[in-house]
């Protein structure tokens, strides 16, 4: 067990159940199990809300909920600033939660418990379940996991955010190996994020696997996009232009940023990176901001040559993000919306053993993720791209102009 993640201890719940009735042993496993998911979600929201420092865990309150015939009392986790709210609870004007012994088992397999050890806890509370309903209940998580990464997807996108996550699994022959989780996140034009797929792909990442993975992108629908966000993985940019040529390219100024750190003296970084900063804060235009920056950049070119050459010929996808409302610019100029769903892939794998036990158990975490993001952080769209849909339809317009005039 990794520290700082705490699974839910069987042992300790078992020893809490000795001697109690069937229905008292399931009660006690769901006032448990409620509290570790959601205990585990709040430290999902605090990461993805890792922008605001200033929120932290809060303790917990009591709040009692009908399940069935069973009256729970359970410890909900609170956050300082009061915004975290778990999917797991009813509406406040609700006491009654949904009575599902299958979604019990469900979540218990997908957070690392292995079916042996479950197995043999549910036994020992003689509680009906068996290798074979345990698997069924995995099978069928795992099927709903597929058909979600194989759905249909809307024909057009304002954003596209793709990004590779390095971690490492179990293979079928038992052997642990590096892989890369290819990640696509989207917006769509009603202005909600969701994940348009994932693709576990052995050895590093390359633009040859994401050519992979654009091509199933269209071949599920997806042809036009308005701007993709990327890192500047090399040769990313030809494949994006192959695939989505009429789509603006922005590579993350983050990674830009830390580049510069990288590559230049400590105080020239420093000054460059608050040039960038206060340009990204500017009401700029595009064609105004490139020649702001090119100017910019001819200041540290005596020094660091070779790696001011190398951003002069990226400026282009650097200040794409300029090509869009003030409003939203901060939306397209980093891919941290999807590092910080990597960042929840992060936490689940540090909760087991350091790697997936398998293919299968990877697409089982990742799905439930996302189901729990749509159902909460997601759900609602993203208020700051309502204000402007009418200019980010126009700009998509005008990118598509020739294609939709046919």
Known sequence: MIKGVELLDLNQLKREAE???????????????????????????????????????????????????????VNVPRDRRGQFRSVFLPEYYERSIDENYERIIASLVSNGYSKTKLLNFLRSLKLPYNRRSLERIVNRIHKAALAFKNRQLPERAIALYI???HTSIKDSEGKVVKVVIYTALGIDFQLKKDIYGWWVIKGSESKEKWKEVFKELIERGLKKISIIISDNLAGIKEVVKAF??????????????????????????????????????KDLEFKKGKEILKEQLKAYKGKYRRFIESVEKDLN????????????????????????????????????????????FLDINIYLARERLIKKRWRSG?????????ELTQIFNIQYFEEEEK
């Open 19 to 73: 001697g109690l009735p069937k229905g008292s042993i399931l009660k006690v496993l769901v006032e448990r199990l409620l509290e570790e998911a959601m205990k585990q979600e709040r430290e999902e929201f605090l990461t993805l809300s890792k922008n605001n420092s200033s929120n932290k865990a809060n303790g917990y309150y009591t709040r009692s909920l009908i399940w069935g015939s069973n009256t729970l009392k």
């Open 163 to 165: 990004d590779g996550y």
């Open 244 to 281: 989505y040529p009429k789509a603006n390219h922005q590579l993350c100024l983050v990674h830009l940023a830390r580049n510069i750190r990288k590559s230049m003296q400590r105080e020239d970084a420093k000054e460059l990176i608050e040039k960038l900063t206060q340009m990204r804060k």
């Open 317 to 360: 996808n650097y200040l794409s993000f300029l090509k869009y409302p003030t409003k939203v610019k901060k939306y397209f100029y980093s891919t941290n919306p999807i590092e910080n769903f990597n960042s929840v892939i992060e936490r689940q794998v540090k909760s087991i053993s350091g790697y997936f036990p398998s293919k299968r």
């Open 382 to 390: 993203i208020p700051a791209l309502k204000g402007v849909i009418y």
